[in-house]
């Protein structure tokens, strides 16, 4: 029994892994939440062919003929869920110096577990919005050609910066001459930079407006870009298609972001009045960290990450949650970006209780990672919702997440495309 029961499991793993899709599959549980009305629909029955949601029926209704049955009784089911801001190829327990240890080859190579773990999570997208090497565009042709396990990944490659600003190499002495490889000091520059990272595979641009909490000899609110320059890096990007995300966590940074057509800005720790008004005047997205703090303070200094980084951390995390609750509250659109690869991959999920206790209602949070984070990255066609049309993307827990949005740590079935990820009794 236990030599079947292997073989089964190692058959269904290397099915998805080699993307086999059933033509057909009929999903059904106790019920389905509509994401966008916040109301459940009882008793459903998803039809999923090649991969996307032909009809959303009820129990009872007519299956099609030789349909491939999922049947998942007492489970709710959502749409599969959207990280807007990980990177799959870092980890956490190798901070500060300690990840020096390592070869270059080594990340993408840890990439591919920390992307199956995201997705056994529950998310069946995400942005990846920093990697070295262009790790994220060979781990994302690896998932699409069926030989590892993961989401849909949206690819940002490098993150660009100017010189000794936050994506910058900054850890080394001037003997060493470390250089960051997206670094730009002109308007010209940053176009360049866009057209030489959509040509190796970015399909979204990361721009660093202002200083980090990882990185050293800078502050978190000093800006690091100029208007003029995030301007022509954002014409050029749109111009191609792409879409925009501003690492900026300063008030002048967070502005300048705003007003020169930065479509997500992400952490928007110390943003103030003015920028909560701009955001909502342009349209403009905030992806809010506002989870990470807990998992570097407790485990940082034993990962590597040097007190410059925790205090930093410490100074700004507060802050940051506080105006997380502001910037809800005065109508800013949400999205789901935790950092992941800050904290560990797969965990992502912890998030939700966080954004609950800083003001928002559960259906707010699980807005923010499937409808709000669509649009953002405007797919909202192809994910976010599970109705007609859209991927067969789903995520099932056991209970009601609007009355106890902590569940979603805890998913007990994923599907990404019609195929099955994880299943739990």
């Not at 960290?289 to 995390?317: F, H, M, P, S």
């Not at 999920?349 to 699980?366: C, D, E, H, K, S």
Request: with cysteine; aromatic share 6%; hydrophobic share 40%.
């Amino acid at each position: 029994m236990r030599i079947s029961r292997v073989v089964t499991a190692a058959m269904a793993a290397w099915a998805m892994a080699a993307g086999a899709q059933a033509a057909t599959v009929a999903v059904s549980a106790d019920r389905l939440l509509d994401v966008a009305s916040g109301k459940y629909l009882d008793k459903p029955l998803l039809v999923i062919v090649d991969g996307r949601i032909a009809a959303v029926e009820h129990q009872g209704d007519k299956v099609p003929a030789g349909a491939e049955r999922v049947d998942l009784p007492g489970v709710t089911l959502l749409p599969g869920l959207i990280d807007m801001h990980v990177h799959l190829t870092s980890s956490p327990l190798y901070g500060g110096y300690n990840r020096l240890q390592f070869t270059d080859s080594f990340w993408p190579i840890i990439g591919a577990s920390h992307a199956r773990a995201t997705l056994e999570a529950g998310f069946t997208t995400v942005r990846n919005v920093g990697s070295k090497n262009f790790d994220d565009v060979g781990l994302r042709q690896a998932i699409d050609a069926g030989y590892v396990i993961g989401p849909r990944i949206v690819t940002a490659t490098y993150a660009i910066g100017s010189t000794g600003g936050h994506c910058d190499s900054t850890f080394f002495p001037p003997s060493m001459k470390q250089k960051g490889d997206a670094v730009i000091d002109s308007p010209d520059e940053g176009r360049k930079m866009v057209r030489q990272l959509h040509k190796y595979g970015a399909q979204v641009i990361k721009i660093c407006a202002t200083g980090g909490v990882f990185s050293h000899g800078d502050t978190p609110g000093a800006q690091q870009l100029t208007l003029e320059e995030i301007k022509a890096i954002v014409d050029e990007a749109h111009a191609t298609g792409m879409r925009v995300a501003a690492h900026a966590h300063g008030a002048s940074g967070i502005k300048a972001a705003i007003l020169g057509g930065v479509d997500t800005i992400e952490h928007a720790s110390l943003v103030d009045d003015e920028g909560i008004r701009l955001a909502i005047q342009h349209g403009s997205y905030f992806g809010m960290d506002i989870y990470n703090t807990d998992y570097t303070q407790a485990e940082g200094k034993k990962n590597g990450v040097l007190e410059e980084n925790l205090q930093k951390d410490r100074d700004i995390g507060d802050i940051q949650r506080e105006n997380f609750r502001k910037a809800l509250k005065a109508g800013v659109k949400m999205i789901f970006s935790t950092d992941a690869g800050v904290y560990p991959h797969g965990t992502n999920a912890r998030q939700f209780a966080t954004m609950v206790r800083y003001g928002a209602t559960p259906l707010q949070a699980i807005q923010t990672a499937t409808l709000n984070a669509a649009a953002a990255l405007d797919q909202a066609k192809d994910v976010g919702q599970a109705t007609a049309g859209h991927y067969g993307d789903l995520v099932g827990v056991k209970g009601d997440p609007l009355a106890d949005v902590t569940l979603l740590e805890h998913p007990v079935f994923v599907m990404k495309g019609g195929v099955v990820a994880k299943r739990t009794p």
